[in-house]
């Protein structure tokens, strides 16, 4: 076939000798989520302890019970639906100033959803708290992917030896791909200096910078998201959250 462009099918294979520190990965994660969440429970603690008119101290044994529950209950709400939110209120923040309830509302994930329609399922809130939940039973189960693979030095030295790099371009990428056998990546054009006709093989050398990613893997909450992307969003929500009261 003559040709002045050809298209290149790019795959990784991993190495048989080498095994990915997935597990080590997972515990990782699981400290960050730990640190993450912990961080919004140790607030709502501190603003119970900072309440200058909190709730009275009950008399009667049977409500002395249920303040016990509460207080040992209260930490940060993530409310999926607004008409749980005035249960979740005096379960979480019932030692809480009255008048930051609607501070805690305006960062939960039914508020988010009345305003932008992201559906509750898909806020950091939620996505942080299932982590936790898992991770107390389990290490989170995490696998490696090529997140990104770009290509900047193409060369074909059996038809061009004395040409330079060739002009290329991505037809097709696949982001946050887990690496199994021999997977396939990127789909690379190559325009040709000239046409020529293109044999079955040909000796052809590119570099290529890969970026590694870590998704969740089966059974882990948000089953294929990026691992890493989850924990940048979750970040920043508990940092946007923390300095609204520093």
């Keep these: ?10 795959t990784l294979t991993p190495r048989p000798d080498i095994t990915l520190p997935a597990l080590r990965w997972g515990t990782i994660v699981g400290e960050i989520v730990h640190h993450l969440a912990s961080a919004l429970d140790n607030l709502v603690h501190e603003l119970a302890l900072a309440n200058v008119n909190p709730p009275a101290i009950p008399l009667d044994k049977n ?7 509460l207080r040992h209950s209260q930490g940060f709400p993530s ?3 607004r008409s749980d939110w005035s249960s979740q209120v005096h379960r979480y ?9 609607p501070v805690f509302e305006r960062v939960q994930p039914f508020y988010a959803e009345e305003l932008t329609g992201i559906a509750p399922t898909h ?3 939620i996505k942080l708290r299932e982590l936790w939940n898992a991770d107390k039973h389990r290490t989170v189960n995490l696998t490696a992917a090529g997140l990104r693979l770009e290509v900047s030095d193409v060369r074909i030295p059996s038809h061009f030896p004395d040409h330079g790099v060739l002009r290329s371009e991505v037809i097709r990428s696949f982001p946050s791909r887990p690496i199994t056998g021999r997977t396939e990546v990127m789909l690379v054009r190559v ?17 290529a910078v890969t970026a590694l990613a870590l998704l969740f893997g089966e059974g882990a909450p948000n089953e294929g998201e990026n ?3 989850a924990l940048d969003s979750a ?3 508990v940092a946007d959250i923390l300095s609204t009261f520093a």
Excluded: G, W
């Design 235 to 237: 970040r920043e929500y």
């Design 93 to 101: 923040l019932y030692f809480v100033d009255r008048a930051l309830d």
């Design 63 to 69: 409500q002395k019970d249920i303040s016990s529950q």
């Design 227 to 229: 691992a890493l992307d």
């Design 123 to 125: 806020h950091p809130a």
């Design 191 to 207: 325009h040709l200096p000239e046409r020529v006709t293109i044999p079955s093989e040909l000796d052809v050398r590119l570099l």
């Design 79 to 81: 409310c999926k639906q």
């Design 1 to 10: 076939m003559v040709a002045n462009s050809i298209a290149l099918r790019i």
